[in-house]
């Protein structure tokens, strides 16, 4: 791109931080600093609000640059993640999103917390939450570099670090001064302009091959270099047992791993009763799973008009794909048209990994206040406002983001957003389960579940190739590699409900019927919900 192209895509970038910051200023001038504005933005959000927030927070920078890149280099095995992530909304419609919202206050902890021992639940909780909340973080962080490293030119290392930086900052900024209702007007409008950028792009992908998706494909195959390869199961999960072993622990980790992360669950609080929440989840599929069956028109589209090659030249993990089409559509490389869409495409994108950003980073830093330092605090010491904490925990959790970001430059970041949901699958998952439908469930029940998935999790992906012993590994300069997945879902996502039903069945504490009731009447019902 010339300089000119750039200086269009730069502004339009800078025009939606002017906005959002402009947000963020007013809404901080009309809050009172409580915990549940903080947290939950007074819990004054509409159905309709809420459900576009929630495409907002879901539609990740994964969504967008990774999964139609890996669509565009894999075929066939890179739908899994458009299918997967869909697919996972009908567990959070059917089994959390209404008991969540009247079980909870603020956190996952809370509906765990409820009919258990707080302290040792709530450390368990908050731990695994913020874990999950940094490494997607991480992915975020990485589709911001590609893309700002793309644009001036995809040669300058320095400037995707500084763009992980910058973004670090941004988030940071967000959650410090608007809190949750400045997140959720950010991510309302992040919804809209992303859902009206995927869908100007898939009409001119579909326009260039006169509506017939079949000669779409046929030419996604052919310019694949991989040929009917290309449209068939197998090109990046058959080569091996190992790799389909994987495609299956991929699959399981995408579907059961929404149910568990902590920047989802927040959301169900920002309604003002249970009734809302479900309705929110409504809006929010129909929103979702229109998007993502646009990512595969786009992914064949970067594949049959870009090619995999050109995709693979730019980023080797994919992430470039969207914008490199954008510009295709607009005209090619060198024209106004192919600019201008690139620069619109490119900002969007942008504004969808900052929205993200900021509801994570407010997720895991409420977690670190609410249930973190409200358990460990000594009675005596000086106490410090719950929201005045969550502020600091913001930033350490941007700075460790921003480091981690650092590091994962060269990963794909629908890929790395697969490990994040396969630890909130392990961690979050079994014990949210339990705590909402097992009437014998025990404090101890419910820490190991967490700890029982949380650590296998963490420890399979140090061990796995995604760490090291590949070139494409975060240190290819070294092989410590003992486990052979590259996700660990299929794994830990068992050894978490086994050791919580362990924990349970050797408690020594019996399990208290009464909280039980209480809690049950309450989920079921919304009588005495918050």
Known sequence: ????????????????????????????????????????????????????????????????????????????????????????????????????????????????????AERPVRIAAGTSSVTVSVLYLVAQMVGAGSLVALLLGGTSGAARSWTVIGVGALMVIYVLLGGMRATTWIQIVKAVLLMAGAVVLTVLVLLRFHGDFNALLNSAAERSGHGSRFLAPGLRYGGSWTARIDFVSLGLALVLGTAGLPHILSRFYTVPTARAARRSVVWSIGLIGSFYLMTIALGFGAAALVGSADVRASNAAGNTAIPLLAMELGGGEGSTGGAILFAVVAAVAFATILAVVAGITLASSAS???????????????????????????????????????????????????????????????????????????????????????????????????VSGSPASLFPGVDFQFFPLENPGLVSIPLGFLAGWVGTVTSIDPPDEAKHAETEVRALTGAGAV
């Open 368 to 466: 670190v206040a609410h249930d973190l330092y409200a358990s460990i605090r000594r009675p005596g010491s000086k106490q410090y406002s719950e929201v005045a904490v969550a502020r600091v925990a913001a930033a350490a959790i941007g700075v460790a983001a921003i480091g981690l970001g650092l590091i994962a430059q060269n990963l794909n970041v629908a890929f790395l957003v697969g490990l994040a949901f396969a630890v909130a699958a392990s961690a979050n998952l079994p014990v949210l389960l339990y705590s909402l439908f097992w009437r014998n469930f025990t404090t101890r029940g419910a820490v190991w579940s967490v700890y029982g998935g949380l650590i296998p999790a963490v420890l399979l992906v140090l061990l796995s190739p995604v």
């Open 1 to 116: 791109m010339n300089g000119n192209h750039q200086t269009l895509a730069l502004l339009l970038f800078s025009a939606f931080i002017a906005v959002t910051l402009a947000i963020t200023t007013w809404v901080s001038r009309n809050r009172h600093g409580s915990a549940e504005e903080f947290y939950a933005g007074g819990r004054l959000f509409s159905p309709m609000e809420n459900g576009f927030a929630i495409a907002g927070d879901y539609m990740s920078a994964a969504s967008f640059l990774g999964i139609s890149g890996l669509i565009a280099l894999f075929g066939y095995d890179g739908m899994l993640y458009s299918v997967g992530f869909l697919v996972a909304w009908l567990v959070v419609l059917l089994l959390v999103a209404e008991l969540v919202r009247n079980c909870g206050r603020f956190t996952l902890a809370d509906v765990v917390a409820a009919r258990m």
